[in-house]
């Protein structure tokens, strides 16, 4: 890899974790939440309004946020037997295979997101009546930033 690559490699990475990080964060906040919302339904019997909503949109962002840095990383789940009994050769192979599937499934995802949020057009969420597709546009977004990765 030519130094210039590498570069870019590494402004790829520190931008993927910096998009788990935001991930986490909102991971967090929903977290904390929910558990907000238990607390006020056990004590007060007064549940925050609309958590629904927001937990909703924001939950596939969450969940999508810490896809680019999996793939980057490559900590995905891999099965090294087959390479391993056939060869050098073949375990290039099947590396390359085993890409080439992964990016087609999430093309398709982001595809699928895509279609999604341009279908919900003006939708608005059900209790605190904001727009639904700015969220799934993020998804969105997110899943075709991991077709690049």
Known sequence: ???G???DNAVLRRLCRGIAFL???GLLFLA???TLDVILRAVFD???EGLEDINGMVISVVVVAFFPTLLIEQSNVSFDLLGRFLGPGATLWLDAFG???TFFFIAVIAWQFVDYAAELGGQQTLILQWPSAPGWWVTAGL???CAVV
């Open 5 to 7: 690559g590498a570069k």
């Open 99 to 101: 890409h080439a599937v």
């Open 23 to 25: 991930g986490l964060v």
């Open 46 to 48: 007064h549940p925050l």
């Open 1 to 3: 890899m030519t130094e």
């Open 143 to 145: 899943a075709v930033f």
């Open 32 to 34: 904390l939440g929910i």
